[in-house]
């Protein structure tokens, strides 16, 4: 059974599109994150959601706009692609917020063009 | 603001020896995890350390937290080519925060 799911798995587009990145999680989590991990491996986070509802945006540019439907999906909409979105998009979970573990999903790889 | 400094960043070392990895973070906290990611997968928890002189190990790697240097090492020990991969620390700085994660240290374990 897949804990922390994430669709599609590689995304490849040109400049200025608009694309999302599915997420879903079948752990019964209250908690989902989004996660950016550039070509150096760094891992900065983006958004956090508990129970629907946002608790962090870090600084990313609006263009970025997450969407959770229910406390099992957290959806990430990107507006107008830029050559320096590209990245690997990580979804995750935990029980709750609070530094609980997270569990990640496999990742999006993101191609701009 | 938490910090999180893992040391190395990138390691190459032989198989069969040892050798550990630093992670230091700037605030009080009493609860610390370790991931490993292999290229291209996702990020797999390791260790989740909860309190001040906890130590884990499974394997060749073994981790603890000295939560009064602010500190956790993971070490590893006679090292084989499976363990080569990147290893991130995380800590969580106080009740409703989320973790903050080190930059990673990538392992190669070569012949």
């Known amino acids: 059974d897949t804990a922390v799911s994430q669709t599609p798995k590689y995304l490849v587009t040109q400049m200025g599109n608009d694309k999302s990145i599915k997420c879903e999680q079948n752990?019964?989590?209250?908690?989902m994150y989004w996660y950016k991990q550039d070509s150096k491996k760094f891992l900065k986070i983006m958004f956090s959601?508990?129970?629907?509802?946002?608790?962090i945006n870090e600084t990313v540019p609006n263009r970025f706009s997450p969407k959770s439907p229910d406390k099992a999906h957290l959806n990430l909409h990107i507006n107008s692609l830029e050559l320096g979105d590209s990245a690997v998009y990580f979804c995750?979970?935990?029980?709750?917020?609070?530094?609980?573990?997270?569990?990640f999903g496999p990742g999006t790889r993101l191609t701009v063009l | 603001e938490l910090k999180v400094e893992q040391n190395p960043l990138f390691l190459s070392m032989q198989e069969g020896k040892n050798y550990t990895i630093y992670c230091n973070y700037s605030?009080?906290?009493?609860?610390l995890y370790w991931y490993r990611q292999d290229p291209g997968k996702s990020l797999e928890s390791l260790f989740v350390?909860?309190?001040?002189?906890a130590v884990k190990q499974e394997g060749r790697l073994m981790a603890s937290l000295d939560t009064k240097a602010r500190l956790s090492t993971l070490h590893i020990t006679a090292a084989v080519h499976d363990l080569s991969a990147t290893y991130f620390c995380?800590?969580?700085?106080?009740?409703?925060?989320?973790?903050?994660f080190g930059k990673g240290t990538r392992l190669s374990v070569i012949a």
């Open positions: 995750a979970s935990s029980q709750w917020t609070g530094g609980n573990e997270q569990f």
């Open positions: 752990l019964g989590h209250d908690t």
């Open positions: 959601y508990n129970n629907k509802e946002l608790i």
């Open positions: 605030t009080t906290s009493d609860r």
């Open positions: 350390l909860l309190s001040n002189g």
């Open positions: 995380a800590v969580v700085a106080s009740g409703n925060t989320p973790l903050v």
